[in-house]
């Protein structure tokens, strides 16, 4: 009896009220979003507002029923969880109907629910259980490879189902691992080549082949500090390229310059191989290997992009990464969006007031599109506190999770701010045109009542975790 | 646990970053940027613009003169069409199929506009689309109101409205593309009137262009204002009964009610019905007009440029008399004609001939000595200046310049400056005599038949006129434009007039050039014409106005080709006359005669 009295006692109410708030300011943009004259009535079940209160009210109970079980639990079963999550992901890839493109519903009766939103707290349970066990070495290639795949098993299924935003969402759990000790650069080197993905489109591939080797001698200068043992290669890249480019116009073979560096950087680094022979320097063997990685990289993006896509794919890649404006076509979305949160101006043009929002010229605006509703009727001083409102909450995630005694609650504390944080960037991200649209719903805001659910479980389950933190020892 | 601590701020900060990413990215696109505002309005807002009725025009004797008739378009929106019966839809509504998907095609360009596919579509076809229409959504009827003009008459006056070109839409804010302007007549002169002002109603839509309210509660609507009616000084009976006599016959007739300057009758023949150019076949219809070898297009009322042949008599005389070279006493001898060495103007009087039987049976060689006279005036110390003081009396006529009709295609008409016989001859070296033959209105002498009516309203009115003007009266306004009841005086003495008036009065007595004109009790006083011209035989003149005493009509009447003014023109003039003053005719022969005469035409 005492322990249920300080669980309770020690219930953090600060993430609780941040919850609540969020959960009421969704609903009302919900409201404003499918609002129509001919139902006005706040608990009219035909409209979105009216389920979405029952979503709501089924939350609570939920939210409720998981702080009532043990701990225990959550830390037994947390394989076992998993496991019926994967297998019911399995199921769905097999019988489940196609809904927007995306085959990720199952059915009962005339209920729906979305299987991948709750493996979403699953993985996070077995990912932390995973990685709270005594002897697991994240540095170890056998623990991190289990890591890695209790990540990617979740993905590559729900990939599968051709939801490829919640795929997505699980790559947001490597944040759990770099707070395990997963090197740094790991993470870097991902953003380098993503970043190396989006900008192979927008710059030739000639200019970002000299980039890449400009910045590569840079890192070796500073390195070594020693221009002597750069200098021929970059003599010999230098000469070779000017040569081959004077011979290809007097020739008039018609050669990509692209190629023309490629063979240059060929001929330069086998002069430079010869010092790193003699000098024996490892770090230049890296940066030489990154290089060639890099080119690699760039063209097989190209041939991959020119050759293998269709024109569909293509246009859809072009227009996530805004190379392609397409108002009417797949970037609809996000321009009417971005119309519609700008009109919004400094304060907003008022509940209800939104001409966008009313007419419905955003799709999906009660589900996907729902902070177009908080940025045209609640303005940048609404997006604003929104914004503040979830950075609250992740920094009060990550502080309670640093608080904790168990390794199993703190990472899943981390994995729980990882996933909501994810949701956020992308969420709010293509509503603003910063990120490619893959429909994944604002967490706590969105219509629906698989996501909302699938949220409060994960929150509260960590909510119950925190509040018990003190009883473990 | 805690070897990497540190990596919890690592975490927060990039979390932290990536806010403040979105809270600038946002300050930027919702305070910073206007364009988002503007893209919303457009997004939900729809203006329609509300097209007033173009105001109707009737005649002083409330003949309805122009009308509107609605007629109705096929339309499209071609993103709201569904699959449809294409083979039933092309039968009931008798399409030409090319034609129709030429049109559909286009306007699949641009999906959410409507655009027109079929003009016009015929009454029987209307019917029968109305019961169906339901079956292909996406297509509606808009209705679009034509001109039509029930007399079928008047063409000249009345003009026609067309579709404003590119220049006027980029001059005139007003105009949009493909909206609807007076191009000629009093569809143009009163274009402002007639017209109305144009309203618009903005309404909210939503995503997919439905209406779904008026914008702001109609805070921005304009309501359409309707073109207001206008009454012409036209009598139709006289204008209808004119365009009969004149059938196919090329010439005018232009008839002023002299003590108000309004316009009675103004025929330009031959001419055309005025329905041709409406609606759809305007364009097609234009082209043919334009191309008929008589001008049809050609508005020779105002136009025109005739010698004034022997009419311009009067105004010579009148000179003559104010700057008193002659006198009403004044004799002249003519001898077959007006000699001077070897060189004979042929006239056929043999004896000394007075003021007033100058004028009755139009002597030749008195007005050449008349024209001499006032040439070799010694008030004056050059013929220059003679001829320029003459020259001014002549303007001051309406004669050679701009009257300021209310019919815009009015021309000025033409009547030489001194300069342009002192570049031919030198300076101050000409002689009467070079240009003897301007004192019988022959040579270089051109002037409209509106611009001879109205001399002749001059001579009725006793010395003064108003600009002849054909608006009488507008709805809602007690006035019409001001100009238009300006007096212009004529800087002769009245009772010259009198004395001229008297000459006229028995041209049209036995022993005048035109007894044959006579209608017993109208007191027509008129003098007759008979302009050389090198397009073939001599255009038959007659100038009249009746009765002499309050004249209520002055008339100039131009018979193109047809010999002696007595012949055609004065029999003409007088039952025009008398249609207007009696509303009968005393003379069916006389009208028998004219309707069935033709005259010949070189090409």
């Known amino acids: 009896m005492s322990n249920t009295r300080n669980w309770i006692i020690n219930l953090d109410w600060f993430t609780i009220s941040l919850y609540g708030l969020l959960v009421f300011l969704g609903w009302i943009n919900i409201y404003a979003a499918v609002y129509n004259e001919e139902h006005e009535q706040i608990i009219d079940l035909s409209q979105r507002y009216g389920k979405q209160l029952l979503w709501i009210g089924a939350a609570i109970v939920i939210a409720f029923i998981v702080l009532l079980i043990e701990v225990k639990f959550y830390h037994f079963f947390a394989y076992a969880i998993y496991g019926f999550i994967i297998l019911v992901l399995i199921l769905v890839l097999i019988f489940a109907r196609d809904i927007n493109g995306a085959a990720s519903w199952i059915e009962i009766g005339s209920f729906r629910i979305q299987p991948s939103e709750f493996a979403k707290f699953a993985t996070a349970l077995a990912l932390a259980r995973l990685m709270s066990r005594f002897n697991f070495d994240i540095g170890n290639k056998r623990d991190l490879a289990k890591a890695v795949i209790v990540i990617m098993l979740p993905l590559v299924l729900i990939i599968l189902q051709n939801d490829l935003g919640s795929a997505l969402v699980y790559f947001s759990l490597f944040i759990v691992l770099y707070r395990k000790g997963l090197p740094g650069w790991i993470l870097l080197l991902a953003v380098f080549f993503a970043i190396l993905f989006i900008a192979s489109f927008k710059v030739n591939i000639f200019s970002l082949e000299l980039f890449v080797i400009l910045v590569a001698s840079i890192l070796l200068l500073i390195n070594s500090g020693k221009i002597n043992e750069l200098a021929p290669a970059l003599a010999v890249f230098t000469f070779t390229l000017i040569i081959s480019w004077i011979t290809a116009n007097l020739t008039e073979v018609n050669i990509e310059l692209h190629y023309l560096v490629f063979i240059a950087l060929v001929l330069s680094s086998i002069v430079y191989i010869y010092w790193i022979y003699r000098k024996k320097l490892e770090v230049a063997l890296v940066v030489l290997s990154l290089v060639y990685a890099s080119i690699l990289f760039l063209f097989s993006v190209e041939y991959i992009f020119s050759k293998v896509l269709g024109t569909h794919q293509q246009n859809r890649i072009l227009v996530l990464i805004g190379e392609k404006e397409d108002p009417r076509g797949i970037g609809y979305n996000v321009n009417q969006s971005k119309i519609a949160i700008g009109s919004g101006g400094l304060i907003g043009k008022g509940f209800l007031q939104g001409t966008q929002t009313k007419y419905k010229f955003v799709p999906e605006q009660s589900t996907d599109f729902i902070f177009c509703t908080v940025g045209e009727e609640w303005g940048f001083v609404g997006t604003t506190t929104v914004i503040i409102l979830f950075l609250v909450l992740f920094w009060r995630i990550l502080i309670m999770a640093e608080r904790q005694k168990m390794e199993f609650s703190m990472y899943y504390g981390y994995a729980v701010a990882s996933i909501l944080f994810f949701h956020f960037v992308v969420n709010i991200g293509m509503t603003i045109g910063l990120a490619p649209v893959v429909g994944i719903p604002l967490p706590f805001f969105s219509y629906g009542g698989s996501s909302l659910w699938s949220f409060t479980v994960m929150l509260f389950i960590f909510i119950k975790l925190d509040a018990t933190r003190q009883n473990i020892l | ?603």
Request: hydrophobic share 35%.
């Open chain 2, 1 to 603: 646990m805690n070897e990497y601590a540190n990596r919890y701020y690592v975490v927060l900060i990039l979390m932290l970053s990536v806010g403040l990413i979105f809270v600038i990215r946002l300050f930027s696109i919702q305070a910073l940027d206007n364009t988002y505002k503007k893209s919303a309005e457009n997004n939900s807002r729809r203006t329609v613009i509300e097209f007033p009725t173009r105001g109707l025009v009737y005649s002083r004797d409330s003949a309805l003169l122009v009308e509107n008739l609605s007629s109705f378009d096929l339309m499209v929106i071609p993103e709201n069409v569904q699959e449809y019966d294409t083979v039933a839809f092309m039968r009931v509504l008798s399409l030409d199929s090319a034609k129709f998907y030429t049109a559909y095609n286009k306007a699949k360009k641009r999906p959410s506009l409507p655009a027109t596919v079929y003009k016009e579509i015929p009454d029987s076809i209307f019917t029968k689309f109305q019961e169906i229409k339901w079956m292909f959504s996406g297509f509606y009827l808009q209705t679009r109101a034509l001109r039509y003009y029930p007399l079928k008459s008047a063409a000249h006056i009345l003009g026609y409205i067309g579709e404003v070109n590119k220049n006027i839409v980029a001059s005139n804010k007003y105009y949009k593309q493909g909206d609807y302007i007076g191009i000629t007549g009093i569809e143009k002169t009163y274009e402002e009137i007639l017209r109305g002002q144009k309203g618009k109603k903005m309404y909210s839509v939503d995503a997919r262009n439905r209406v779904r309210g008026s914008y702001k509660n109609g805070e921005f609507d304009e309501i359409a204002i309707s073109g207001k009616n206008i009454m012409l000084s036209i009598d139709a009976d006289l204008q209808l009964y004119g365009e009969k006599l004149m059938g196919q016959k090329r010439g005018s007739i232009v008839a002023i009610e002299p003590s108000s300057g309004e316009i009675l009758c103004l025929i330009s023949s031959p001419s055309y019905n005025p329905n041709l150019l409406v609606g759809k076949n305007i364009a097609k219809n234009y082209g043919q007009l334009r191309n008929d070898k008589d001008k049809l297009l050609f508005n020779r009322a105002v136009m025109a440029q005739y010698p004034p042949g022997s009419t311009f008599k009067i105004v010579n005389a009148l000179i003559g008399l104010e700057e008193k070279v002659i006198t009403i006493y004044s004799h002249f001898n003519c001898s077959g004609g007006y000699h001077v060495g070897n060189f004979t103007l042929r006239c056929h009087h043999y004896s000394s001939i007075d003021f007033f039987y100058s004028i009755q049976g139009s002597c030749n060689a008195y007005y050449c000595n008349v024209f001499d006279r006032i040439l070799r005036n010694k008030d004056y110390s050059t013929i220059g200046k003679a001829y320029t003081k003459w020259r001014d009396y002549v303007l001051q006529f309406g004669l050679g310049k701009k009257l300021g009709t209310d019919l815009a295609q009015e021309l000025k008409g033409y009547i030489p400056e001194a300069s342009h016989f002192d570049k031919y001859y030198g300076k101050d070296k000409w002689r009467p005599l070079m240009l003897i033959s301007m004192a019988i209105g022959q040579g270089e002498l051109g002037f409209s038949p509106m611009q001879m009516a109205n001399m002749t309203a001059i001579v009725a009115n006793r010395g003064y006129y108003y600009i002849p003007h054909l608006i009488k009266e507008i709805e809602g306004i007690d006035t019409i434009p001001s100009k238009f009841s300006q007096k212009q005086i004529i800087n002769i003495d009245s009772s010259y007039f009198d004395d001229v008036i008297k000459g006229m009065e028995r041209v049209l007595l036995p022993g005048g050039t035109a007894p044959n004109a006579f209608i017993e009790g109208l007191d027509i006083c008129g003098k007759t014409g008979t302009a050389e011209n090198p397009h073939g035989k001599d255009h038959s003149i007659f100038v009249a106005f009746a009765p002499k005493i309050n004249p209520k009509i002055a008339v100039a009447v131009y018979l193109e080709n047809a010999g002696y003014g007595s012949t055609y023109a004065a029999p003409l003039a007088s039952l025009m006359v008398e249609k207007y003053l009696r509303d009968s005719i005393s003379h069916p022969e006389w009208e028998y005669r004219l309707v069935n005469t033709t005259f010949k035409y070189k090409k």
